[in-house]
């Protein structure tokens, strides 16, 4: 085995690579030292942070615009259809349904066949209309012979007056059995009865399978048919709060998580009575000019306004610090500057609070982080 030996290495030579090496420490510890901080402090209540700092990163900042603020908390609510445009189609004849013509989602024109039926009441009506109009056509014919029998003498006055009278019943007989069926709906073909649509809309809700029974007092209709560029709003509002509310009164629609979506709509009724289950008032309000993505059954809140109100800048509660008896949120004066600036409310929610000094439309509001933006600027006093 070959062995390498080390020269000996003095103790001179040592203290001589210690004391090169600490000449180069300085620059050896600047190298590992974190960056220089990406917070500068500019003011009493500023804050820069220079473009791509990571603090950034945990802000949000959104544009404010101004409101009308509400006479109460947001109310929860529901869409719901229209019902002055809502028709929930029964079938008026009893029969087994043969074949479904209309689905949910399909547009229908008024008198357009949602299905058809075999309804045998339906053939009863139709044999007794024919046979109203055979009874009509031979007593009118009966009373005109008896007309001309009369003015030649032949028969009585009484005679004809009884002839008239026969012609008066039939008359009257095929009315009652040309309305039972035109009240059914139009004729249909072949025999089967042709449920039909009473409106212009769409098919929101279908509750018929082939071969089905249907019955004129059935619990469930067979369709619902609604417009849907006709939507109502309900909420169940508490005793107290009823005395803020009256016909026509404006109501903004707002939809959870949806930001810049809320809509506008107009209280049409408020219930007389509790509803016994809820212990609550009912209030509907009809939506204004529907969007495509409002749906009946969504969960939407329901704020009341002020008859003649005064507008203000809503802005998060997430956005506000407060420090004694004064609120402050943070505004974006230019990139990367924030400045903590004191605001006044109009109105101060549960999830909103309505700003009437101290932000305009458009200002840039941070909306989450606000709170740590304040300890930063806190710990640098």
């Known amino acids: 085995m070959k062995l390498t030996y080390f020269p000996y290495i003095s103790s001179g030579v040592v203290v001589a690579l210690l004391a090169l090496y600490a000449s180069h420490w300085p620059h050896a510890q600047a190298d590992e030292s974190p960056a220089a901080s990406d917070t500068t402090r500019v003011g009493p209540n500023q804050l820069r942070y220079r473009p791509g700092s990571p603090q950034l990163a945990y802000l949000s900042i959104e544009p404010v615009k101004a409101v009308a603020p509400p006479v109460m908390e947001p109310l929860a609510a529901r869409i719901t259809f229209d019902e002055d445009h809502t028709v929930r189609v029964f079938s008026p004849v009893a029969g087994r ?28 009506a139709l044999a007794d209309l024919h046979k109203a109009q055979a009874d009509h056509d031979s007593k009118q014919a009966a009373y005109v012979r008896a007309q001309h029998l009369h003015e030649a003498g032949v028969i009585a006055t009484r005679d004809l007056e009884a002839a008239q009278a026969d012609a008066r019943s039939a008359q009257a007989e095929l009315e009652r059995a040309n309305a039972r069926v035109h009240g059914l709906g139009s004729v249909g073909k072949d025999g089967r009865f042709a449920l039909r649509a009473p409106i212009a809309g769409v098919v929101a809700e279908r509750h018929l399978n082939p071969g089905q029974e249907l019955r004129p007092d059935a619990a469930d209709p067979a369709f619902t048919i609604t417009d849907p560029t006709h939507l109502d709003v309900v909420a169940d509002v508490a005793d107290s709060d009823v005395n803020k509310l009256h ?65 203000a800048m809503a802005v998060p509660n997430s956005a506000i610090v407060t420090t004694g008896l004064q609120s402050f949120v943070f505004i974006e004066r230019a990139p990367g500057l924030l400045v903590k600036t004191q605001v006044d409310f109009a109105r101060r929610g549960r999830d909103l609070s309505y700003v009437s000094q101290g932000l305009t439309t458009g200002e840039k509001v941070v909306t989450r982080g606000a709170i740590l933006l304040d300890s930063e600027l806190t710990s640098d006093n």
């Open 97 to 124: 349904t043969q074949q479904i013509v209309a689905q949910p989602g399909q547009p229908v024109h008024a008198g357009d066949v949602l299905a058809w039926l075999l309804a045998p009441d339906y053939d009863t």
């Open 247 to 311: 016909v026509g009164q404006a109501v903004r629609i707002e939809f959870d998580g949806q930001s810049g979506s809320d809509l506008s709509g107009q209280i049409a009724a408020v219930g007389v009575s509790m509803d016994p289950n809820t212990r609550r008032v009912p209030v509907r309000a009809h939506l204004k000019s529907p969007p495509a993505t409002a749906r009946p059954e969504m969960f939407v809140r329901m704020a009341p306004l002020a008859d003649t109100p005064e507008p």
